[in-house]
């Protein structure tokens, strides 16, 4: 199913505008997810898609032909992962996975099949009759998306699945469910203020702050080419080199830059990996600390710029801290970018 | 256990309170099987006295069980949906509409019924039919039926709840159906025991809202005391006793089942 979103707003009746007038286009079966802070209105532009919230006048939401605008939630055929999971705690396993399908009013020994095939596919087979407050987190997770895919809805919506669990059984989960939702192969919007899990799952990710979709692009669009500061910021963590410009030269407090082209009126952004530790660098500054990842050291470097300047070093050791050291970043890798969020 | 000297002295008070307890209830339960009371026990047991209060106030013990049953079914009705809407709806004007309703909790029966005597007593049909008891007692209890509701109805995350069979397309009414009812089971398990044991015990309003020929079980024990031998009066309490005795203890169990859901 194609999703469209037309001017679509939502003001709650105190006045906030949670969500500005916002076009969202979503292609049959690709998997999109909203990522921004938390207060963004991600999770209020879902729960509009849902049904669950009212739009303001002039909105409109197709589903493929139809106009479902003014549809009630439960003739709107979505299904939905609630961050909470909402698992009914009076009904079985097997009886939340069936709920969708009762509702459909369809014959029991279909509901029956159905709801075998769901468990199988989302390996429940183990924990269909126990009740919901029996099971792991990582398995109540999975219940909530398989009752959500039941019935066979016309598109899928999560709302930040992933957040309920513990660090290391998110990631797990993370991969888990970027499989499975392609194994559904069913149109999804998710959720998430955590771009690792926007990177990991989805097709396109539309970055949103203050009520705007303010960057909408596959993973490694947003990455390499971000239209604007906050994107840049907060998809790849990049750091705003603060100081002065000069034509083609960016003067910093450790030292002098060159920039690719005319920094005037914009703001130049670099990421950790770009900053690289050497001897032949025009910048100095000393090192601040130093954290040892294994396969690389994080370098926090001052006397460069107002903020530290990190460094994702890949050498075998590391400077000390409080050494003096140089830093050099190559031109074509300084992102040049408007000042504020561009508001598109 | 009877080491030291501090355990002896707890089962003394342990066994003093029991007695304060039970023994004015075990002779009187006595008094109720004994054939002559002032001869004592000697004079010989009988179930003469107990049969005479069933031929006397049969029709006191059916209204009674009448009436509790009419005002589970009304508290039930009126508060499931007050329940569900305060708890749907949590605010400060919620918060208002709870303590107005718990309002004859902390208002004398006594005040209660004349509030309701000066309002209804002119309406002759209502004011000497056992449905103008059934108000007063609806008015007593229903505070309790909500507030054993809302307990466990706000433990709970409803408003997802509901959502989420909204989104598998459940309407309105199934998901009240469904989801709500189930789920409130323990807490309405609990008000309806509270209910039907405090409408067979409530004396102070029935007292006065009774008339001559509509007695309740509590009333009925009142009018035997005051005009029967004692014999007959303490059958009155053994009946009355092995009504009331397993209702409280079904309540007891069901409140603090539900007590441990709302945790």
């Given at each position: 199913m194609t999703l469209r979103l037309t001017n679509t707003a939502k003001t709650y009746p105190?006045?906030?505008?949670?969500?500005?007038?916002?076009?969202?286009?979503?292609?049959?079966?690709?998997?999109?997810?909203?990522?921004?802070?938390?207060?963004?209105?991600?999770?209020?532009?879902?729960?509009?898609?849902?049904?669950?919230?009212?739009?303001?006048?002039?909105?409109?939401?197709?589903?493929?032909?139809?106009?479902?605008?003014?549809?009630?939630?439960?003739?709107?055929?979505?299904?939905m992962v609630f961050q909470s999971y909402a698992l009914f705690p009076n009904m079985s396993v097997r009886a939340n996975i069936g709920y969708g399908l009762k509702m459909?009013?369809?014959?029991?020994?279909?509901?029956?099949?159905?709801?075998?095939?769901?468990?199988?596919?989302?390996?429940?087979?183990?924990?269909?009759?126990?009740?919901?407050?029996?099971?792991?987190?990582?398995?109540?997770?999975?219940?909530?998306?398989?009752?959500?895919?039941?019935?066979r809805p016309r598109m899928l919506l999560l709302d930040e699945p992933l957040s309920a669990l513990d660090a290391a059984l998110r990631e797990a989960l993370r991969d888990e469910?970027?499989?499975?939702?392609?194994?559904?192969?069913?149109?999804?919007i998710f959720v998430t203020h955590d771009q690792d899990e926007a990177m990991a799952i989805a097709d396109r990710v539309a970055v949103m702050s203050e009520g705007h979709i303010v960057q909408s692009g596959t993973p490694e669009e947003l990455y390499r080419n971000p239209n604007s500061a906050f994107v840049a910021g907060f998809v790849g963590n990049a750091m705003h080199l603060n100081g002065k410009c000069d034509g083609k030269m960016l003067h910093l407090e450790g030292g002098a830059l060159v920039l690719p082209?005319?920094?005037?009126?914009?703001?130049?952004?670099?990421?950790?990996?770009?900053?690289?530790?050497?001897?032949?660098?025009?910048?100095?500054?000393?090192?601040?600390?130093?954290?040892?990842?294994?396969?690389?050291?994080?370098?926090?470097?001052?006397?460069?710029?107002?903020?530290?300047?990190?460094?994702?070093?890949?050498?075998?050791?590391?400077?000390?801290?409080?050494?003096?050291?140089?830093?050099?970043?190559?031109?074509?890798?300084?992102?040049?970018?408007?000042?504020?969020?561009?508001k598109n | 256990m009877f080491k030291s000297k501090i355990k002896i002295l707890q089962l003394t008070v342990t066994l003093a309170a029991c007695a304060f307890l039970l023994v004015p209830t075990i002779l009187s339960i006595?008094?109720?099987?004994?054939?002559?009371?002032?001869?004592?026990?000697?004079?010989?047991?009988?179930?003469?006295?107990?049969?005479?209060?069933?031929?006397?106030?049969?029709?006191?013990?059916?209204?009674?069980m009448w009436l509790a049953i009419c005002c589970l079914i009304v508290t039930l009705i009126i508060g499931l949906p007050a329940a569900y809407g305060?708890?749907?709806?949590?605010?400060?004007?919620?918060?208002?509409?709870?303590?107005?309703?718990?309002?004859?909790?902390?208002?004398?029966?006594?005040?209660?019924?004349?509030?309701?005597?000066?309002?209804y007593g002119s309406m002759k049909g209502f004011r000497s039919s056992w449905t103008f008891i059934l108000v007063g007692h609806v008015l007593y209890t229903l505070p309790f039926m909500v507030r054993s509701i809302l307990a466990v109805l706000a433990s709970m995350d409803l408003n997802t709840l509901e959502e989420g069979a909204a989104t598998l397309g459940a309407s309105p009414w199934q998901r009240f159906r469904d989801i709500v009812i189930p789920n409130a089971m323990p807490g309405i398990l609990a008000g309806s025991l509270t209910v039907v044991t405090l409408s067979i015990g409530e004396f102070n309003l029935t007292w006065m809202l009774h008339t001559p020929y509509l007695k309740t079980l509590p009333v009925g024990l009142a009018d035997s005391y005051a005009s029967m031998r004692l014999e007959i009066a303490s059958a009155y309490t053994l009946v009355f006793f092995v009504l009331i005795v397993p209702l409280l203890m079904a309540m007891q169990w069901a409140s603090a089942r539900a007590q441990r859901i709302a945790k």
């Amino acid at each position: 199913m194609t999703l469209r979103l037309t001017n679509t707003a939502k003001t709650y009746p105190d006045g906030t505008k949670a969500l500005m007038p916002t076009e969202l286009s979503v292609a049959k079966g690709e998997i999109v997810s909203l990522l921004g802070p938390s207060g963004c209105g991600k999770t209020t532009l879902l729960r509009i898609i849902a049904g669950l919230e009212n739009p303001d006048e002039g909105s409109e939401i197709w589903f493929d032909n139809d106009n479902v605008t003014s549809l009630p939630v439960e003739l709107r055929q979505v299904g939905m992962v609630f961050q909470s999971y909402a698992l009914f705690p009076n009904m079985s396993v097997r009886a939340n996975i069936g709920y969708g399908l009762k509702m459909k009013k369809l014959p029991k020994a279909e509901i029956e099949s159905r709801v075998t095939e769901v468990l199988e596919l989302c390996q429940l087979q183990k924990f269909s009759g126990r009740a919901t407050d029996a099971l792991s987190g990582g398995q109540r997770q999975r219940v909530a998306l398989a009752r959500a895919i039941a019935p066979r809805p016309r598109m899928l919506l999560l709302d930040e699945p992933l957040s309920a669990l513990d660090a290391a059984l998110r990631e797990a989960l993370r991969d888990e469910l970027a499989i499975l939702l392609r194994e559904f192969n069913i149109t999804a919007i998710f959720v998430t203020h955590d771009q690792d899990e926007a990177m990991a799952i989805a097709d396109r990710v539309a970055v949103m702050s203050e009520g705007h979709i303010v960057q909408s692009g596959t993973p490694e669009e947003l990455y390499r080419n971000p239209n604007s500061a906050f994107v840049a910021g907060f998809v790849g963590n990049a750091m705003h080199l603060n100081g002065k410009c000069d034509g083609k030269m960016l003067h910093l407090e450790g030292g002098a830059l060159v920039l690719p082209k005319d920094g005037a009126g914009q703001n130049a952004f670099i990421r950790a990996e770009s900053v690289k530790i050497d001897d032949k660098g025009t910048l100095s500054g000393q090192v601040e600390n130093v954290t040892f990842l294994g396969n690389h050291y994080r370098i926090g470097i001052k006397g460069i710029m107002p903020d530290t300047l990190i460094s994702m070093h890949s050498g075998q050791s590391a400077p000390k801290i409080g050494q003096t050291v140089k830093v050099a970043i190559r031109p074509e890798e300084i992102m040049l970018l408007p000042e504020g969020v561009n508001k598109n | 256990m009877f080491k030291s000297k501090i355990k002896i002295l707890q089962l003394t008070v342990t066994l003093a309170a029991c007695a304060f307890l039970l023994v004015p209830t075990i002779l009187s339960i006595l008094a109720g099987v004994t054939v002559n009371y002032f001869k004592g026990i000697s004079s010989g047991l009988t179930l003469k006295w107990v049969y005479k209060v069933w031929e006397l106030y049969a029709d006191s013990i059916f209204l009674s069980m009448w009436l509790a049953i009419c005002c589970l079914i009304v508290t039930l009705i009126i508060g499931l949906p007050a329940a569900y809407g305060l708890a749907r709806h949590p605010g400060r004007l919620s918060r208002l509409l709870e303590e107005f309703i718990s309002l004859p909790l902390a208002v004398p029966g006594l005040a209660l019924a004349l509030a309701l005597l000066q309002l209804y007593g002119s309406m002759k049909g209502f004011r000497s039919s056992w449905t103008f008891i059934l108000v007063g007692h609806v008015l007593y209890t229903l505070p309790f039926m909500v507030r054993s509701i809302l307990a466990v109805l706000a433990s709970m995350d409803l408003n997802t709840l509901e959502e989420g069979a909204a989104t598998l397309g459940a309407s309105p009414w199934q998901r009240f159906r469904d989801i709500v009812i189930p789920n409130a089971m323990p807490g309405i398990l609990a008000g309806s025991l509270t209910v039907v044991t405090l409408s067979i015990g409530e004396f102070n309003l029935t007292w006065m809202l009774h008339t001559p020929y509509l007695k309740t079980l509590p009333v009925g024990l009142a009018d035997s005391y005051a005009s029967m031998r004692l014999e007959i009066a303490s059958a009155y309490t053994l009946v009355f006793f092995v009504l009331i005795v397993p209702l409280l203890m079904a309540m007891q169990w069901a409140s603090a089942r539900a007590q441990r859901i709302a945790k």
